[in-house]
């Protein structure tokens, strides 16, 4: 099956910017999606890429580049409520996506 | 609107018991999804539905039947709970073409012992 690869841990300082990766497979590939996860909290959508190129929504942006199978999420300015898990999602034939393992990021003082 | 709710919110069964899960969205979504969410493994599809009255297997479908008998309900139902089956499960939908961007529950945390 389709398998995404994303760090497990990244680790920043309040007000820097972060860049989460996600390498991806190819088959199927539609485009890459990114979710936020707080923790006990559900999944809720940030970003979604279907061609190359970057996508902006405030302090978070989101890539895609096709002929890497790669893409990333940028987060700027960072707060401290931005300390969560980050998913990149394929979105593949038949409606479906298939998540990556998951970054959890940390935010420090 | 409420968007989309799942009961129950928490639940310890004993193996070999039974249980449905209940998910149910006012946001008119054709496309409604099972997920369970295991620590270090994200997010995996059990089941999913395009439409009233279709359903179809996703990921890790085995030991689990799902029914849409109306739009805006989507039920997940275990016949015989194992212990490999607790896990936090999650409810989803969307909009036709924008299965990308999925609107999730608040989720169920089962136990089973």
């Known amino acids: 099956g389709q398998s995404l690869e994303q760090p497990s841990e990244v680790t920043a300082v309040e007000g820097a910017i972060v860049q989460i990766n996600c390498t991806y497979q190819?088959?199927?590939?539609?485009?890459l999606s990114w979710y936020q996860q707080h923790d006990g909290g559900a999944p809720t959508f940030l970003s979604y890429?279907?061609?190359?190129g970057l996508e902006e929504t405030g302090r978070f942006s989101s890539f895609l580049s096709r002929s890497d199978s790669y893409g990333y999420l940028l987060l700027q300015e960072l707060q401290m409520k931005d300390s969560a898990s980050y998913f990149c999602?394929?979105?593949?034939?038949?409606?479906?996506?298939?998540f990556g393992t998951g970054t959890q990021l940390k935010v420090e003082l | 609107n409420a968007g989309v709710t799942q009961t129950p919110k928490f639940r310890v069964l004993k193996t070999g018991q039974s249980m449905t899960l209940l998910c149910a969205q006012d946001?008119?979504?054709?496309?409604m999804y099972w997920y369970r969410q295991d620590p270090g493994m994200g997010l995996r599809l059990i089941h999913y539905?395009?439409?009233?009255?279709?359903?179809a297997k996703g990921e890790v479908p085995d030991g689990y039947n799902v029914s849409r008998l109306k739009k805006q309900n989507f039920l997940l139902g275990l016949e015989s709970a194992a212990p490999s089956q607790t896990s936090v499960y999650f409810c989803a939908s969307s909009p036709p073409g924008q299965d990308y961007e999925q609107y999730f529950g608040p989720g169920t945390r089962l136990t089973v012992t």
């Open positions: 890429n279907a061609l190359d």
């Open positions: 190819t088959s199927g590939f539609y485009g």
């Open positions: 999602a394929q979105v593949g034939g038949g409606n479906k996506l298939t």
């Open positions: 946001m008119n979504h054709e496309y």
């Open positions: 539905s395009v439409g009233e009255g279709t359903t």
